[in-house]
């Protein structure tokens, strides 16, 4: 385009817009509450000032994803997300099973673009807010790129920013800092002067083997006498030179300055740190091992914890979190441990973090997303109402876009009923979001859908039912350096179990029969039972029989004590909702076996049972003296679309050549969607970047199927699934009195599971 005329005078140009919900922050919170909304029908405005999507997620961070199920390193079984952050992880790990953080970027703004009801706004900042009383009437953001004032007027406002830019103009009430013991009986709030009072911000940094030697000059602003000056230097369990990336996560700054205002200085501090580190890496003499090593990538900016978190209708505290309280308004969940960094960051001696994990995952109630102080704005991420020790375990971003999705629904309702956030506390506003989160596959602990999942008078049929007799040995064994367990679920008598142990001396094999002691938890707090085998040299032949039963269900494990001369035999055969557990160790999270914090601080004592990763990942060969038969139909009408308390999903019986399950709905009914749940491994950790995964795909999933009506006509049929909800939209509306749902897809030793049917 050709411009003939010179200006004198020039200014940005000034652009208007207006949408239904306006949400400022384009991390994973922020994220995830424009998918759900949008996908609700919400016209919905997402603003980012950065030019990618993910804030701390994004390659410009590149800051692993993570939540309850904390690396595979507590006790959380099946505890990943679910909803639409589990929809993002699972398809990352389709896509990007390598862990690769650009195409992490890639598969963010391909969610966020295939929305059509989302106006995307990168790099663009909010810097002002228009307010009437208590009313957001608009934001003003500038984009540099285009020289572009805008203008964005909505009826509701989220605040995911994570620095709460939004809800401090809009004047909402804040804190900063650490609060006092005494505020909350919070015996974990730590010593304001020895410890400081905000967590600090970290940069990361990739490096790169070329395959022949560089060199590296080091800047002048690169910090000098690194050794000195970080004492982790010297501690091998934080400094490796094998290690880059998320490893780093410890290069952490600012805990005593202004997280908001000061950034930039903190971010410049950072920077002197990794190339001093760097440069003493490549320059010291002490590591040859690195002479082929450059640094590839060094953080854009750093990666914050914690700034200002904002007051609402509840203030979740340390006792919620250990002492799992029970909310009337949980909209979301947590679990990763309570997590505390001294202030003094890298240049701090000791422990570079404190974590503390409860015993289970936790509730985070809807009073928590909301502010008292502005009628139309939601507050998420870590600024939400916690407090400084709670903070320490809601920040983090699974956590934290879960909480996101609560949002982008709640609006979504507020929205069509008129409503302002704060009208859905009550009771009964209340049971309508949790309705709408859960038939989204947003898991929320202690709460299963049952509204509307389908008719009254259904009936569900199954061609077979699975029954597990046995567990077979695929020919390895695993020694018992630590304890192992199989966890089963049960709901009567326990049955016995029978394999064959390999002894290398005469030795005595203690077997113990282990619940929790809160319905819902996976920690194995409570001894039941406990056997001792005499073994003689070589295969031992045992029957291990309890004689116990549990009327309620529940999950059990049956454990095999840690004897170094015994080993047990291993199966690769794969069961939705069975795992294997190991009282065994993971330093990343601060697991070493067992939990033993110092006298009061308020957390519990209790051993750690984690799974493996597979290929490790096995369960135990066992055989079961009778069949475990809780994978029926009837699973499907339960509410659960996950292990929880039982497995909780179908499996058709392995010779059945043609499996289907039938649902009846009683009478004609006008059918247009359908939402099918699968199983896709949620004990598995799905970390976005740097961790490289096995499987591309979940083994548990059923990846083809198709569905007809009762008289056999074809209305849907799929290749290739991978998620773990699929929502099929029929291509016009159906009448019909029946529905089948046929898998298509078998394989040796993976009983595939579907985990619940919506018809709609």
């Avoid at 709460?164 to 800092?177: D, I």
């Avoid at 061609?463 to 630590?482: I, K, N, Q, V, Y």
């Amino acid at each position: 385009m050709f411009i003939g005329e010179f200006e004198k005078s020039r200014k940005p140009a000034k652009v208007h817009s207006r949408h239904s919900l306006v949400i400022v922050g384009g991390g994973l919170t922020g994220v995830c509450c424009a998918i759900t909304a949008a996908r609700a029908g919400a016209d919905v405005a997402l603003i980012q000032d950065r030019p990618v999507l993910g804030g701390n997620a994004s390659s410009e961070v590149r800051l692993w994803a993570l939540g309850a199920t904390s690396h595979m390193g507590n006790n959380n079984r099946w505890s990943r997300e679910g909803g639409v952050i589990d929809e993002i992880l699972v398809e990352n790990t389709f896509r990007n099973r390598e862990g690769n953080p650009v195409l992490f970027d890639m598969v963010l703004i391909d969610k966020v673009l295939s929305e059509p009801n989302i106006t995307l706004y990168l790099n663009t900042c909010v810097y002002d807010a228009e307010m009437s009383g208590r009313t957001v009437r608009s934001v003003t953001a500038f984009n540099p790129q285009t020289g572009t004032h805008h203008t964005i007027e909505g009826d509701l406002f989220a605040d995911c920013s994570g620095d709460g830019a939004l809800a401090y103009m809009a004047g909402a009430e804040y804190r900063m800092g650490a609060e006092d013991r005494e505020e909350y009986g919070e015996k974990f709030a730590p010593d304001k002067t020895r410890y400081g009072e905000l967590l600090g911000h970290s940069i990361l940094f990739y490096i790169k083997d070329t395959g022949r030697p560089v060199r590296f000059e080091a800047p002048e602003f690169a910090l000098k006498e690194v050794e000195e000056l970080i004492p982790r230097l010297r501690n091998p369990e934080y400094f490796s030179t094998s290690q880059h990336g998320c490893k780093y996560w410890w290069l952490e700054y600012g805990g005593r300055l202004d997280t908001i205002r000061d950034t930039e200085k903190i971010k410049f501090e950072l920077w002197k740190i990794v190339y001093g580190i760097w440069n003493h890496i490549k320059n010291s003499g002490k590591y040859p091992e690195t002479e082929n090593y450059t640094l590839e990538w060094v953080g854009l900016f750093p990666g914050k914890r914690e700034s200002r978190r904002f007051k609402g209708y509840y203030m979740l505290t340390q006792q919620d979190i250990i002492e799992q309280h029970e909310h009337y308004d949980a909209v979301s969940f947590g679990g990763w441990s309570i997590d505390l960094h001294p202030a003094d960051g890298v240049y701090g001696a000791g422990r570079a973090c404190n974590q503390w994990h409860s015993k289970g995952i936790y509730q985070i109630p809807y009073r928590c997303l909301v502010t008292p102080d502005a009628d139309n704005l939601f507050i998420g991420g870590r600024i939400i109402s916690v407090s400084h020790v709670a903070n320490g375990s809601t920040r983090v971003m699974c956590t934290a876009a879960h909480g996101g999705q609560a949002i982008g629904t709640a609006a979504a309702i507020a929205l069509r009923d008129h409503l302002k956030p704060a009208d859905l506390i009550g009771r009964e506003r209340m049971g309508q979001l949790q309705s709408a989160l859960l038939r989204t596959g947003h898991f929320l602990p202690g709460e299963r859908f049952g509204r509307g999942m389908l008719p009254p008078k259904t009936r569900i049929s199954a061609s077979s039912e699975f029954a597990l007799e046995r567990l077979r040995p695929d020919g390895t064994r695993f020694r018992l350096d630590c304890s192992v367990a199989e966890l089963i679920p049960v709901g009567g008598p326990v049955p016995a179990v029978g394999l064959t142990v390999q002894a290398d001396k005469a030795t005595r094999l203690t077997v113990e029969l282990r619940s929790s002691s809160r319905r819902g938890n996976y920690t194995p707090d409570t001894t039941d039972k406990r056997l001792v085998f005499d073994l003689r040299e070589g295969e031992n032949r045992l029957t291990v029989d309890f004689g116990m039963r549990y009327e309620a269900p529940q999950y059990v494990f049956i454990c095999f004590m840690a004897n170094p001369d015994v080993s047990i035999p291993m199966s690769s055969e794969i069961v939705s909702g069975l795992t294997s557990v190991f009282n065994t160790v993971n330093p990343a999270v601060s697991n070493f076996g067992r939990q033993t914090p110092p006298e009061d601080i308020g957390v519990d004592t209790f051993e750690f049972w984690c799974p493996k990763r597979r290929p490790e990942g096995k369960n135990i060969a066992l055989e079961f003296s009778a069949p475990l038969t809780c994978f029926g139909a009837e699973n499907l009408l339960n509410g659960y679309f996950r292990p929880y308390i039982q497995p909780n999903g179908w499996i058709p019986a392995p010779d059945d050549r043609t499996p289907s399950v039938r649902i009846d709905l009683g009478e004609e009914r006008t059918v247009r969607q359908i939402r099918l749940f699968f199983d896709t491994d949620f004990d598995h950790a799905l970390e976005n970047v740097q961790m490289e995964h096995f499987d591309s795909v979940m083994p548990q999933c059923i990846r083809n199927y198709r569905i007809t009506d009762g008289d056999g006509n074809l209305l849907f049929r799929t290749e290739g699934n991978h998620q773990s909800c699929n929502t099929i939209a029929l291509d016009a509306p159906h009448t019909l009195r029946s529905i089948r749902f046929w898998p298509e897809d078998s394989a040796p030793e993976r009983h595939k599971a579907l985990m619940g049917i919506i018809v709609e």
